[in-house]
Structure formats: C-alpha cells, structure tokens
C-alpha cells in the first residue's frame, strides 16, 4: 500500500437540524442519514478516492454497522486484509449538523477501544511509502501506534500523526513516543493550543517541532492553515467560494489532499494549497467521507493550478 491508515473506523448518524436546542429544548431533525466515519477510515476512503492504493488497520464489531462498515469500505477500494472483527459492537457517532455546518459529535467507542499491538501487522506497515495515525479511544492505542511509527520510521516509511483532541489530552509526555518518530503532525488550531500551552500558533508549532517531526500543519477552517517546517513558516490561504453544509471530516480531508501532494512529490506549500482545496470541497457535501475523487477534481477551475 502506499498508505496503510491506523485507528477508528465508524458508523457515523447525521442529523441535519436548523439550529441546536438548549437544555430541555426540542429542535425538528430535517435529514438523517447513516454514513461511514472514524478518522482512519476517513482517510483511507479519501485516499484511494485520489488514485492512491490504501489499505487500513483497525477494528470494526461483529454486529450489523460491522459488516456495512466492511462492505462499504471495499467498494471504496481499501484494502481491509489487516481490519479485524471483534466481540461486541462497532464504534459509532451520532453527528448533529446545523444549518452552517457546524456540528455536535456524541462518539462511541466500540471495537475501537481494542485497538492493540496485536493489530499492527509489521511488514504490512513497513511495505507503505506512508503511515497515518489518528486520535482512538482505547488503553493499549499509543503503544500500537508507538509500535506501528518505529517501524516505519526503521523502514524509512513517513509517519503522518493526527493526534486529535483525544490523544491531545494525554499531554505532550504521553504523546512523545509518536511526536519523536512523525514525519508530519497535524492539528486544528484549538488542538496545537491546548497541547502546548502557547497562545501564538509559530510558538506552538517550534514546540511540536521540538520533538522532531519535520513538518507541523495547524488547520484554521475558513482561514486555510499555518504550515510550518525549517524552511517555510507561513499561513496559506484557504478557498473562499465554497459554502459549507457540513463540515464533518473536513481535516481528514486535508490529510488526504496533503499526502496525496506528497506522494507527488509537490513541495510543501503547493501540498498544503492542495490540501485546503480537498477540504473545501469536502464541506460543500454530507459525511465525513466527503474527499472528491480524483476524476471529479477536473471540474473545479481551482483544481488547474496543480497540473500546471
């Protein structure tokens, strides 16, 4: 595989409401729809979607949304050698989307929290020019992704780490085993704040790069992102026309666009120009699994800039 994706995979139910109630208010759900979801999955889905052999390591319950999340992952093809089906039940979030896409996320862990070093298959993750790692609840989750990012890094594979609010609350100590062996690190903005206790995103970003990743990117919604390396430390403007629905896996999204340019060997801020195009389609559609496919890209003018 190019890239293998680690962590959540999940059933996601999205309720598209015209506003959120307060507490003991009633709100009218206007849509519901069942869609897959879980940060690894997202990526692995948005990946292949771009034209990039992707296979993921996870979990999914031996229930029913464990065989819609199977299925559904094949027709996207990922490659699901690796995905295991535990006892129990499948991880789930129940997303409420308002009008402007803003969204309130209820998350069930699942056969996610089973998440071990038992999954991580090495040659699997050594064979892949990229790993992604992303945020899953579960006691044994650092150490797999601890384990899965030495040997990539051993292999000369690059590690694409995604903390996520949960991981982001087991502290900079808790997360150095996988800060000092990522290539790349990704946060939003709340993210790399909270993480580092520093108020300015350059200060906070020399923190994470402290720790030895080479490339630290901080999305920043409408505002595009702030990417950071030895050689570049500059904002790069987002993609003002398009209106959100729902902004749902929007940074998934740009992880896919990102190391899409990567594997194209793009430089930096042409990938993370690239990166805030494929978020900004994802949040103009419904779901978490919203990366267009490369085919569809050909009708977006914007998209001409990166043939060139």
């Given at each position: 595989m190019d890239?293998?994706?680690?962590?959540?995979?999940?059933?996601?139910?999205?309720?598209?409401?015209?506003?959120?109630?307060?507490?003991?208010?009633?709100?009218?759900i206007r849509s519901w729809d069942m869609v897959?979801?879980?940060?690894?999955?997202?990526?692995?889905?948005?990946?292949?979607?771009?034209?990039?052999?992707?296979?993921?390591?996870?979990?999914?319950?031996?229930?029913?949304?464990?065989?819609?999340?199977?299925d559904g992952l094949r027709k996207e093809g990922v490659d699901i050698s690796r995905l295991r089906v535990c006892s129990g039940n499948s991880?789930?979030?129940?997303?409420?989307?308002?009008?402007?896409?803003?969204?309130?996320?209820?998350?069930?862990?699942?056969?996610?929290?089973?998440?071990?070093?038992?999954?991580?298959d090495k040659h699997y993750v050594t064979d892949a020019r990229y790993i992604f790692l992303s945020s899953i609840e579960g006691a044994q989750a650092i150490t797999a992704m601890e384990l899965a990012s030495h040997y990539a890094k051993?292999?000369?594979?690059?590690?694409?780490f995604d903390p996520g609010y949960i991981f982001v609350e087991k502290g900079l100590k808790g997360l150095e085993g996988i800060l000092n062996k990522a290539t790349i690190v990704k946060f939003n903005e709340t993210e790399i704040k909270e993480l580092t206790k520093r108020e300015e995103i350059l200060d906070a970003s020399e923190t994470i790069a402290g720790y030895g990743p080479e490339v630290v990117l901080t999305t920043l919604g409408?505002?595009?992102?702030?990417?950071?390396?030895?050689?570049?430390?500059?904002?790069?403007?987002?993609?003002e026309k398009f209106v959100?629905?729902?902004?749902?896996?929007?940074?998934?999204a740009f992880s896919c666009g990102f190391i899409f340019g990567q594997l194209k060997n793009w430089d930096l801020e042409k990938s993370a120009k690239f990166a805030n195009l494929i978020a900004s389609i994802s949040i103009t559609r419904i779901g978490a699994r919203s990366v267009p496919h490369l085919e569809e890209l050909k009708s977006y003018k914007q998209y001409d800039q990166f043939l060139l």
């Open positions: 890239v293998v994706s680690i962590g959540a995979v999940n059933i996601d139910l999205v309720a598209r409401v015209d506003r959120f109630p307060n507490p003991d208010e009633e709100t009218v897959g979801g879980g940060s690894a999955a997202n990526v692995a889905c948005g990946i292949s979607r771009l034209g990039v052999t992707s296979g993921l390591i996870g979990n999914v319950g031996e229930d029913y949304f464990g065989e819609v999340l199977k991880g789930s979030v129940i997303a409420i989307v308002s009008k402007g896409g803003e969204r309130i996320l209820f998350a069930y862990s699942g056969a996610n929290a089973k998440l071990s070093s038992e999954n991580i051993e292999a000369g594979a690059k590690v694409f409408a505002r595009g992102c702030f990417l950071y390396s030895r050689s570049v430390k500059k904002f790069v403007g987002s993609y959100p629905i729902d902004k749902t896996g929007a940074g998934d």
